[in-house]
């Protein structure tokens, strides 16, 4: 089946720093990629949608600056959190979809702990 | 984007089949109803997902009520490796985003 790779899986940065964190599709080729957060016991919250080619679609309440994504090919999107602070530290996790009919697969998720 | 309602938690006991009950009434016709799981600290699990029919796969069986309003999912012999949340999601007809509730927390035990 379709598998997504996130990386790194686990990270610990100072505060101010940026960290970056990548999602493939290692066997598809995904237009679209979904980033999500998660707080400790809180459920998925959609943060953007990474489209292929073109700026992303962030929901509302999240600010563009400080998670930068790049989609620069079918099969790599990434999320940079800039100018990281404590209340950053969450989960992270990304998700694509093959094609339109097929579930949407998940990554493994990233924990980042900004120190 | 419709929204889905679930119990916030259920038991149930190993060996035995594990019913998860999901309401979706706004849900509008090209709209699918999907299922996924979360172990503690790791990416959602694609488990099955439908539109109209029922459908079954390895790990599930999906049951939707012919109005579409509400379904069911079962496991048909819970382990206690299926302990997580259970989450019911209907997907956009706009932009096709997975959206995720509360979900439901499954615990089997032994």
């Known amino acids: 089946g379709a598998v997504v790779s996130q990386h790194p899986s686990r990270v610990i940065c100072k505060s101010g720093t940026s960290v970056k964190i990548e999602c493939r599709s290692l066997d598809f080729q995904a237009t679209t990629m979904f980033w999500y957060r998660q707080f400790p016991k809180q459920s998925l919250m959609l943060m953007a949608t990474s489209n292929e080619g073109s700026k992303a679609t962030y929901e509302q309440g999240v600010e563009k600056d400080k998670f930068l994504i790049n989609h620069a090919s079918l099969t790599l999107s990434t999320l940079t959190v800039t100018s990281a602070h404590p209340e950053d530290s969450s989960f992270y996790i990304c998700?694509?979809?093959?094609?339109?009919?097929?579930?949407?697969?998940f990554g493994s998720g990233t924990r980042l702990t900004v120190v | 984007d419709a929204k889905t309602t679930q119990p916030p938690s259920m038991d149930c006991a190993e060996g035995r089949a594990a019913n998860l009950p999901c309401n979706h009434s706004?849900?509008?016709?090209?709209?699918?109803v999907y299922w996924y799981r979360q172990i503690h600290s790791q990416g959602p699990q694609y488990i099955i997902h439908g539109l109209k029919n029922n459908e079954t796969n390895e790990m599930a069986s999906l049951i939707i009520t012919e109005d579409r309003k509400s379904s069911t999912l079962i496991l048909p012999h819970a382990t206690l490796r299926d302990t997580a949340v259970y989450y019911c999601i209907v997907s956009s007809s706009n932009d096709y985003k997975l959206s995720f509730g509360a979900g439901t927390t499954v615990t089997v035990r032994a």
């Open positions: 706004t849900i509008s016709g090209n709209e699918y």
């Open positions: 998700s694509a979809r093959e094609s339109i009919g097929y579930g949407y697969t």
